[in-house]
């Protein structure tokens, strides 16, 4: 079963980037479609993106393009999310998951604990 740990998270200002990591402890990730969730308070977990097994067919929710960029490293079973142009409106716990193949939380099996990004303006 694939076991999925996030880090990266922590505190930033506006304008300013993190690198989220999502490893895979138990080393099978490479053979899954991944992708990356977001969840605010008091409101609903939401797709950021999304990156097939060979790190193609990479899509991206409204609110991600042009600022996020999804990325995998099967060698390390590692899949990342580098953020950038961050802004207040991105504060949430972020998760990773695998073993989709669309935009829906229900679509992916697998899923980490998350890790909380918190944007001051």
């Known amino acids: 079963q694939v076991q999925l740990v996030e880090s990266g998270g922590g505190s930033v200002q506006a304008g300013g980037s993190l690198r989220l990591s999502c490893a895979d402890f138990?080393?099978?990730?490479?053979?899954?479609?991944a992708g990356w969730f977001r969840q605010a308070p008091e409101k609903e977990r939401e797709f950021v993106a999304r990156?097939?097994?060979?790190?193609?067919?990479?899509v991206y929710a409204d609110s991600a393009k042009g600022r996020f960029t999804i990325s995998r490293d099967n060698a390390k079973n590692t899949v990342y999310l580098q953020m950038n142009s961050l802004k207040p409106e991105d504060t949430a716990v972020y998760y990773c998951?695998?073993?989709?193949?669309?935009?829906?939380?229900?679509?992916?099996?697998?899923w980490g604990q998350g890790t909380q990004v918190t944007v001051s303006s």
């Open positions: 138990g080393r099978t990730i490479s053979t899954y479609n």
């Open positions: 990156i097939n097994v060979a790190g193609g067919g990479i």
């Open positions: 998951a695998a073993g989709g193949l669309g935009n829906h939380l229900a679509d992916y099996p697998y």
